[in-house]
C-alpha cells in the first residue's frame, strides 16, 4: 500500500506550484485517517463533491484512486463512486473501509514526510 500513496502523494506536491494547495493537499492528507474512522468512506465519497478547497479535493481524489488500484474494484475514483459504495453489501463496506483506513494512515504518513518544506499558515 505504501508504493501507490508515494506515488499518489509525490505527483500531487510535484504537479502543485500554489503554496495555498500544496498547504491544502498536507492538511487534508494528514487529516484523512480521523475523518474516514469519525465518518467512513461513503460520507468521504460525498465530501469529495462538495470540497470547494481544491487541494483537500485532489487528495480526496487520489485517496478513491488508490483504494481503487488497491482493491481492483471499479468506479470508486469516479462520479459512480458513491453509488459503488452505496451498493456494497454490509461485509464488503467494512472490508473496504478496514482496507482504507490502512491507506489513509498511509496519506498520513508520505504527507509528513513529503510536504516537510510545507509550512502552517500560522
Known amino acids: 500500500m505504501a508504493q501507490p500513496v508515494y506515488t499518489a502523494l509525490r505527483k500531487l506536491h510535484e504537479d502543485t506550484k500554489d503554496d495555498t494547495r500544496l498547504r491544502e493537499q498536507k492538511s487534508q492528507a494528514v487529516e484523512l485517517y480521523t475523518y474516514l474512522a469519525t465518518w467512513g468512506l461513503m460520507r468521504l465519497k460525498a465530501e469529495e463533491l462538495a470540497l470547494s478547497q481544491e487541494g483537500k479535493k485532489d487528495v480526496v481524489k487520489a485517496f478513491f484512486r488508490v ?52 509550512k502552517s499558515k500560522d
Open 67 to 118: 483504494l481503487e488500484e488497491v482493491t481492483g474494484d471499479q468506479n470508486l475514483a469516479n462520479d459512480k463512486g458513491l453509488e459503488a459504495l452505496k451498493n456494497l453489501d454490509t461485509a464488503s463496506y467494512l472490508g473496504l473501509t478496514g482496507l482504507g483506513l490502512q491507506i489513509a494512515r498511509e496519506f498520513t504518513f508520505w504527507a509528513t514526510t513529503l510536504y516537510a518544506d510545507i
